[in-house]
């Protein structure tokens, strides 16, 4: 009898720890993928000349006020990056599966697919 009680205990509780588990990987890549919107809306809306959209990674061109005038928005293994002109790199999103671009009219469309979860934004591009 108190094997069994132990043996369902165990089964609860490891059930209750896959959830949990599950449940901060969810909000992790919530948590990333707020993020990467954010810092993405702020170098999408500032200072901008110019956006070509090639495949997957998107060219920006800034201002002349702005250092680094030529940004790339790619894919790099598991992370988000802009690669800025003279070769610096910053990290926007890590832990992402697949990043996946498209525009569509004026509307730019950024899809971050990760392990648990997928979300999509959509940034509104003047002509």
Known sequence: MTLLI???TFRLYAGVVKD??????FFKHTDYAYHAFEVLKIQLYNHVES????????FIEKSSI?????????QRDRRLIFVFEGGTIQEVCHDVTKVNMRREGQVLYI?????????????????
């Open 20 to 25: 949990y588990y599950e449940l901060v990987q």
């Open 51 to 58: 956006m070509e959209l090639q495949g997957n990674v998107l």
């Open 6 to 8: 132990l043996s369902i």
């Open 66 to 74: 702005v250092p680094g005038r030529t940004i790339r928005l790619l």
């Open 111 to 127: 899809e971050l697919v990760f392990p648990s979860v997928t979300y999509e934004r959509g940034f509104y591009i003047a002509p």
